[in-house]
């Protein structure tokens, strides 16, 4: 059955409520209308049933979920006084389709004019209220004049200064309507493309001209916001020549990547156009964020039962073959013999020991012939007439003592890999032993993501280290270890949860 909203339910003259404005009261007001058709018996009951309908549909529109998170997508491409721009509409749509399966409540407009895109902005500022988080995405031509940055609509047609705010919509229009709406308010400007308006209106403004900036000016943050935009302040983005801008290509390859905070997810997008363009381009953000905030969690998460505070998490099993191998990989290529008797000395029965036993064999009686003493001749003012002269031994090649070689301090270069999430990096490591104690200095580059400092033990071959990280975790490393390398597992421990991984690093 359909019903047209306005239409009279009860054959008088008063009309009704609109049925699509409010459903729940129309249905009791057809109730209450057919009941006046019906015995005056039947009246009573069926007044009870709409009174309990009517209570039932208010707790049920006050138990619904509020909006979780909302997004505005906006791609401007035809352009009707300037030559067309033609990637940002795919721009848009494609961000628009990686949202909507990211749980955002998206709606796109594409190529609109000034009208519908203030309409647009205004319906956003509406669904913004009470969710928990809000998204502007904005791909089309922008521009700066005295320090304010506009979107140009589909039709904007700027002659001179004072039609600006009459032709293109302010961009603090949009901030204004997020940042007092949202705990978290994300906005991306892919908007600093060459841009004609901006040529135009310079030439207009004679000797004012210098006050129409290139590309988009930098906005600060209002708090619990991120504004990124396409390339640095002042400079000017590629449109892009596969479909895609570059900035907004990198966005799509990221947004859905798991286990990336927002702000660690640009900086894999900020490397990536960098790498893109020869560093011609270098997106650029502006944070005031108070939380974290992620696209999608971590696939793989250790929730720790709770606890007293004073409880550390439960280190994951160690798999003794994977430390034993690490060990090996670690010294097989050694030149010390100590290197192979500390293998020997944890693992005599090892995967390896033979191998160990034999190289540590042949490189003793490497070191021994390396001492014998080489007959060399007297010098001939000391020998008699008509004589050979008497061989004399050179001076023993002797060891340093083992206190010595307990010290040394190597840089090592190599790997990391966290098997939770998937993820391999290159990594920096400094190791510096003295005796049996240890310290390190780790740097891990995008895309993951470790600098810091650690103290620990070396034990028998073993080098056992621990340190709180720059960026809020605590970092745990235990492997086999050597001036020639350090290899084994690690574990990254944050509020709640775990993340394991390997690493392997080699002196340079």
């Known amino acids: ?27 009791i007001l057809l109730l209450i209308a057919a009941g006046e058709s019906v015995m005056p018996a039947v009246l009573p009951f069926l007044r009870l049933l709409t009174a309990v309908l009517g209570l039932l549909v208010c707790s049920l529109a006050a138990a619904a979920p509020s909006k979780a998170q909302v997004a505005l997508v906006v791609g401007i491409g035809a352009y009707q006084n300037a030559p067309p721009l033609p ?114 209106l310079a030439r207009s403004m004679g000797t004012r001209s210098a006050a129409v900036g290139r590309g988009l000016a930098q906005i600060a943050a209002g708090e619990g916001s991120l504004i990124v935009f396409a390339t640095q302040p002042g400079n000017v983005a590629e449109d892009g020549q596969t479909g895609h801008s570059p900035f907004t290509e990198a966005l799509l390859k990221n947004l859905e990547a798991p286990g990336l905070e927002v702000r660690q997810m640009l900086t894999r997008v900020r490397l990536q156009v960098k790498e893109k363009t020869n560093g011609k381009q270098i997106p650029w953000d502006h944070s005031s964020l108070t939380q974290d905030y992620f696209f999608m969690g971590p696939t793989t ?25 690490s060990l090996w990989e670690s010294v097989r290529t050694s030149q010390d013999p100590a290197d192979f008797e500390d293998y020997l000395k944890q693992y005599p029965d090892g995967k390896f020991a033979a191998i160990a036993r034999r190289r540590l064999a042949a490189l003793k009686t490497a070191s021994l012939k390396e001492r014998e003493p080489v007959a060399t001749p007297a010098p001939e003012s000391e020998r008699p007439p008509g004589k050979a002269a008497p061989l004399t031994a050179p001076p023993a090649i002797t060891r340093p003592p083992p206190e010595q070689l307990a010290a040394f301090e190597v840089m090592m270069q190599g790997t990391a890999t966290n098997l939770t999430v998937g993820t391999s990096a290159q990594a920096q490591f400094q190791l510096r032993r003295n005796g049996e104690g240890l310290t390190a200095a780790i740097r891990v580059f995008p895309p993951l993501f470790a600098t810091g400092v650690l103290q620990g033990q070396y034990r028998g071959g073993q080098c056992l280290l621990q340190g709180r990280m720059n960026e809020g975790f605590i970092l745990k490393m235990a492997g086999a270890c050597s001036p020639t390398g350090f290899s084994g597992q690690y574990q990254a421990e944050a509020t709640g949860q775990i993340q394991q991984g390997i690493f392997r690093f080699q002196s340079n």
Do not use: W
């Open 1 to 27: 059955m359909s019903i047209n909203p306005g239409v009279d339910l009860s054959g008088g003259e008063e009309s009704r409520p609109s049925c699509v404005s409010s459903p729940a009261r129309c249905m």
């Open 87 to 200: 990637n940002p509409p795919n721009d848009a749509r494609a961000v628009a389709d990686s949202l909507k399966k990211l749980g955002f409540q998206v709606e796109l407009a594409v190529d609109p004019d000034k009208t519908r895109l203030e309409q647009a902005i205004k319906r956003f500022g509406d669904q913004l209220q009470g969710a928990r988080a809000g998204l502007f995405f904005y791909a089309g031509h922008g521009l700066q004049v005295s320090g304010r940055n506009y979107l140009v609509p589909a039709d904007a047609k700027i002659d001179n200064e004072r039609s600006l705010p009459f032709a293109a919509v302010d961009a603090d229009l949009v901030l204004t309507q997020m940042e007092t709406s949202t705990p978290v308010s994300l906005i991306f400007l892919d908007a600093c493309r060459d841009n004609p308006f901006s040529r135009s």
């Open 301 to 325: 998460v250790i929730v720790q039962p709770q606890a007293a505070p004073a409880t550390e998490p439960k280190a994951a099993a160690v798999d003794p073959m994977a430390v034993q191998l």
